[in-house]
């Protein structure tokens, strides 16, 4: 039988204060009273404070929670390590490994000097990035091309750029950045007034204020609309400049500057239809390095990955596409899509907060015959192939769409149309520690996602 | 790196999230269980030649997070933190007491499940308050709710998945 709290009403709510952050001065001297003579207040408060923990380690555990302070600098760390004698030679070589993985369990935020930005939301993304794309991650000067979803970069000026897929945005400093394409909503509050966002071909000077900017996949077409407040564009080709007000908009192009009457559309990023979509037709199989046949599951296509060599529950996926019907070099884009399902196998906490896929093309591969079980030293290795594409996501996403796409892979398929061509995927990024979750992508014989698919575009804004 | 570095680097990877709730209920703070944390894997790294592999990792790392946690308390001045050294060596035999709790593993897929219930509203308070580290004052104005409704509802949300974790982990543990 559990204890129960003494005065049940009056726990809960210094509780409540404790965990929302709003306990008083007198709340805190309640609360340590209560809990130092009421058992019963002790075991539900260690109840709720595990829970606590828990939730902040499932939704914050990747980075820093917003409105905390910043993390003490890992240098300063090690330089107390080595003041107290630490540091030397095997020892130190250990600490230093130990560093790198506890860093990726917490990834505490380090402001370094040359971090301009930080990533504070983001909603169902995944990327292609050389930035980190964690969320809370400190950014760099450098670019994050969006491929899906919706994500927030607060500059450290305080202007905030919402990009909405398929967008590329560059870092540049903490008052500026460069919308290569797609499209963003740009909010800078009073701090980031003089706040410049770039496009290829004009440039917009925020005075304190909300606007939407979008750019075309080309780059020589770009809308400004202003939601609130005021901007400036400016045209560096022509010299000219156009002041807007709320509800006007403008679009540049080479030439110069246009007042447009219409409102925002999303006309650059309206979703392509694409012309042609062809899927597996079952041709899917995963395999596993122990070769034990129970670990594999014909409806989905199995990742994992290690940081130690060889390890036997390692798993990655092979799917193949009929192109002897198809002209590839008929055109000018193509993606393949996967369906992320989750497994039920392990945990994300295993991993780093961001997880990269990698697409390989198998050139004149010979396979085993497909439904049956394959052996992994029968099967082509990462070195037999040639990469094509990658896509971050974080390690918490196990649904979704998930594309890759590119110059590599439309190649890859011109050279190798009028037959089968075969695809690996592997998990980039290595499991910390065991017991890490087994990433998957649906097959055809998923009950509910859908399986692989190629698609094939007319027009390259696509990607 | 020998096999006793290589266990040592494992045990200390793999006991991070019970060390960081034994520290969060010691301290009554995230935050101060954070920076508590560093400072306890910093004196784990140097205590390396103590560690013996086989033996119980976890109880020798909680006694260090422990003097840490109660070093952290004597250095900062009394009104910044919630709990005093009484109240903490209190916690912390109890703690003991109850020892290894649950595998950190069942804990987080048993949380996962429960939040996957919650009806869609409690789901984005619950996100907004732990993912956006939202203050209460924030989310009053984003949800349109007084303070005292919106921490009744956070506490019963969170009662709420206690029970369900409760009854999720004895079916994982039976007896």
């Known amino acids: ?463 | 790196m020998n096999p006793q570095d290589k266990e040592f680097v494992f045990e200390l990877t793999a006991c991070q999230s019970r060390l960081y709730g034994y520290l969060v209920t010691l301290l009554g703070s995230v935050h101060d269980a954070r920076d508590v944390l560093q400072e306890t894997n910093l004196v784990l790294w140097q205590k390396i030649q103590e560690f013996r592999p086989g033996t119980d990792f976890g109880a020798w790392a909680r006694r260090c997070a422990y003097f840490q946690a109660r070093a952290f308390l004597r250095d900062r001045k009394r009104d910044r933190h919630v709990f005093d050294e009484e109240l903490l060596a209190i916690l912390a035999d109890e703690e003991a007491e109850q020892g290894e709790r649950e595998a950190s593993e069942e804990r987080e897929l048993a949380l996962r499940d429960c939040l996957s219930r919650l009806p869609a509203k409690q789901a984005d308070l619950i996100r907004d308050r732990y993912m956006e580290g939202s203050s209460i004052t924030e989310m009053c104005d984003r949800f349109g709710k007084k303070e005292s409704a919106l921490k009744m509802t956070l506490m019963r949300i969170r009662e709420t998945l206690l029970g369900c974790m409760e009854s999720k982990l004895r079916e994982v543990t039976p007896g």
Request: proline share 6%; aromatic share 8%.
């Open chain 1, 1 to 463: 039988m559990k204890e129960e709290p003494r005065e049940p009403a009056r726990c809960r709510e210094l509780l409540g204060d404790l965990f929302d952050g709003t306990l008083s001065a007198d709340g805190r001297r309640d609360l340590n009273e209560l809990l130092k003579t009421d058992p019963g207040a002790r075991r539900y408060y260690r109840e709720q404070a595990r829970l606590h923990a828990d939730l902040d380690l499932a939704y914050a555990g990747g980075g820093i929670p917003l409105g905390m302070p910043p993390a003490r600098e890992t240098e300063g760390s090690w330089a107390r390590a080595q003041a107290t004698g630490f540091g030397q030679g095997a020892v130190w070589k250990l600490a230093a490994s130990v560093a790198v993985l506890l860093g990726l369990f917490f990834a505490f935020a380090i402001r370094d000097r040359d971090s301009v930005a930080t990533l504070v939301s983001s909603e169902d993304a995944a990327w292609e990035s050389e930035l980190p794309t964690a969320l809370n991650s400190r950014l760099k000067p450098g670019s994050l091309e969006l491929k899906q979803g919706m994500a927030t970069v607060r500059f450290d000026s305080g202007a905030a750029v919402t990009l909405e897929a398929p967008a590329r945005l560059e870092i540049l400093s903490p008052m500026r950045g460069r919308l290569a394409r797609g499209a963003a909503i740009v909010e800078a509050p009073g701090s980031a007034a003089g706040f410049v966002m770039e496009t290829p071909s004009s440039y917009a000077v925020d005075h304190g204020t909300k606007f939407a900017i979008e750019v075309s996949a080309t780059g020589q077409e770009s809308g400004f609309e202003v939601l609130s407040g005021e901007i400036s564009v400016h045209h560096p080709g022509s010299k000219q400049e156009q002041r807007l007000r709320k509800n006007e908009a403008a679009t540049a192009t080479e030439r110069g500057i246009v007042r447009t009457e219409s409102p925002f559309t999303g006309q650059y990023t309206r979703a392509t239809v694409p012309a042609l979509r062809i899927g597996t037709g079952g041709r899917t199989q995963s395999i596993i390095r122990s070769g034990s046949p129970t670990a594999l599951n014909p409806a989905y296509l199995l990742l994992k990955s290690t940081v130690e060599p060889e390890n036997p529950s390692e798993r990655r996926a092979f799917l193949s596409f009929d192109l002897s019907s198809v002209r590839a070099d008929a055109f000018a884009a193509a993606r393949l899509v996967f369906s992320m399902v989750p497994t039920g196998h392990g945990l994300a906490v295993h991993l780093p907060s961001e997880i990269r896929f990698q697409v390989y093309g198998i050139p004149d591969a010979q396979t085993p015959e497909w439904g049956r079980a394959w052996k992994w030293e029968d099967c082509p290795a990462v070195s037999d192939g040639q990469l094509l594409g990658t896509v971050t996501v974080p390690r918490t996403q196990q649904k979704g769409k998930v594309t890759i796409g590119g110059d590599a892979l439309l190649e890859f398929l011109k050279k190798n149309q009028g037959g089968p061509v075969l695809f690996m995927v592997v998990r980039e990024t290595k499991a910390l520690s065991s017991g890490s979750l087994v990433h998957a992508f649906a097959t055809d014989f998923h009950p509910d996602a859908s399986g692989p698919a190629l698609e094939f575009f007319l027009s390259p804004e696509i990607l």
